[in-house]
Each structure stands twice: as structure tokens, then as C-alpha cells.
């Protein structure tokens, strides 16, 4: 069970700073700081550095991300920014733009 989920129709503005996991159906637009795994789903929006546990995008990044473990881009996700991760999985039909930092 999630920890926090920011329904599909919400937006919120500002940093959001969690010890658990979190999931996000709506708008961000800031920063996050997620110590657990974060998970974009598919329509959600999120203009905001991501710093997480590990992160799946189902939806659509803008910003920098930064990962202790990995980041997954799933099919009709879409992250522009640059990725700081061990490792990175980008599936058929994921779109990425920026740089990627694999040296953690």
C-alpha cells in the first residue's frame, strides 16, 4: 500500500519531502524528495526535481532526477532532464531527453 498518493485532478505547488513511498496521478510542480520509491503513473504531470529511492515514469518529467537505486521509463513516459542513477531501464515507446550520470 502507498504511502502518499497525489490523485489524478490535483495540483500542487512547492517541495514535497517524504519518508515512504509515493505515488503521483496529478500535477507537480517544485521539488520532491521521496527516501522511498517514487511512481509517475501514466496523465500525471511533474515540472519539479526529483530526488527518490528509486523512480518509475509512466507519465511526463520536466526537471533533473536523481536515483540511490534506478529510474524507469516506462511505455508513453516522457522525462526531459538530466538522470543520476545507477542504473537506467528505457522501455519501446519511453522518450528521454538530457544526460545521463551513471557513476553513483
Known amino acids: ?27 507537480v510542480r517544485g521539488k520532491l524528495t521521496v527516501e522511498g520509491p517514487l511512481t509517475i503513473d501514466a496523465g500525471a504531470l511533474i515540472e519539479a526535481d526529483i530526488g527518490a529511492a528509486s523512480l518509475q515514469v509512466g507519465g511526463n518529467v520536466t526537471g533533473n532526477v ?31 531527453k538530457g544526460n545521463v550520470d551513471m557513476d553513483v
Do not use: C, W
Open 1 to 27: 500500500m502507498a504511502g502518499t498518493i497525489i490523485g489524478n485532478g490535483l495540483t500542487i505547488e512547492g517541495e514535497i519531502t517524504s519518508d515512504e513511498e509515493v505515488i503521483v496521478a496529478g500535477t
Open 66 to 96: 536523481t536515483a540511490a537505486d534506478r529510474v524507469d521509463l516506462l511505455a508513453g513516459g516522457r522525462l526531459v532532464g538530466d538522470v543520476k542513477a545507477s542504473r537506467l531501464t528505457i522501455a519501446d515507446g519511453a522518450s528521454f
